[in-house]
T-cell receptor, first 113, second 112 residues
Framework: ETGVTQSPTHLIKTRGQQVTLRCSSQ?????VSWYQQALGQGPQFIFQ???????GRGNFPPRFSGLQFPNYSSELNVNALELDDSALYLC????????????FGPGTRLTVT | GQNIDQPTEMTATEGAIVQINCTYQ??????LFWYQQHAGEAPTFLSY????GLEEKGRFSSFLSRSKGYSYLLLKELQMKDSASYLC?????????????FGKGTKLSVIP
């Protein structure tokens, strides 16, 4: 059984640029959630994807967008990067209908300068 | 909205017992989760409570009181590898199935 993987591991971008982060869900999981974790804080929910559609969104602006593909992998896109976007971005996968089983990937550390 | 409060840091001795508290306020409640997160790593699932009472899993136990908006995570026979951040998270009723609101985490340091 393959766990949740994310790429890249680390990324450095300049303010105003755009970034795409990728996530491959655990085998058999069809739902992907994205979280942003600033240093010293708990993860904050960005959005969730199920059946290739956004299925819930947290308090993040529209410049945070995502995609889910037929193989359940997902992308998180952030446009017009700001310094405050510097954080660990976590992807979590789960099987729709399961009450609590959600598995996190190792995360992508994004630094915006 | 939701608000989750847990202590920022705790220190405990190897072999001892430690209790990490979490209080929450939510407009509707549909489950409380505890995760462990080692520095630089992803959170890993520890426990899930949706009904009042104690859930025990090996050295880890989690308690929930919905009427008090209160939970605790109990770690027994502490080991050095238990040094990590412990995250309390709440799922609100009506929210997406996996839309969790996390607290800031409690950094636990286990000392010899």
């Amino acid at each position: 059984e393959t766990g949740v993987t994310q790429s890249p591991t680390h990324l450095i971008k300049t303010r105003g640029q755009q970034v795409t982060l990728r996530c491959s869900s655990q085998s058999g999981h069809n739902t992907v959630s994205w979280y942003q974790q600033a240093l010293g804080q708990g993860p904050q929910f960005i959005f969730q994807y199920y059946r290739e559609e956004e299925n819930g969104r947290g308090n993040f602006p529209p410049r945070f967008s995502g995609l889910q593909f037929p193989n359940y992998s997902s992308e998180l896109n952030v446009n017009a990067l700001e310094l405050d976007d510097s954080a660990l971005y976590l992807c979590a996968s789960s099987l729709h209908g399961q009450s609590y089983e959600q598995y996190f990937g190792p995360g992508t550390r994004l630094t915006v300068t | 909205g939701q608000n989750i409060d847990q202590p920022t840091e705790m220190t405990a001795t190897e072999g001892a017992i430690v209790q990490i508290n979490c209080t929450y306020q939510t407009s509707g409640f549909n489950g409380l989760f505890w995760y462990q997160q080692h520095a630089g790593e992803a959170p890993t699932f520890l426990s899930y409570n949706v009904l009042d009472g104690l859930e025990e899993k090996g050295r880890f136990s989690s308690f929930l009181s919905r009427s008090k908006g209160y939970s605790y995570l109990l770690l027994k026979e502490l080991q050095m590898k238990d040094s990590a951040s412990y995250l309390c998270a709440v799922r609100a009723r009506g929210a997406g199935s996996y839309q969790l609101t996390f607290g800031k985490g409690t950094k636990l340091s286990v000392i010899p």
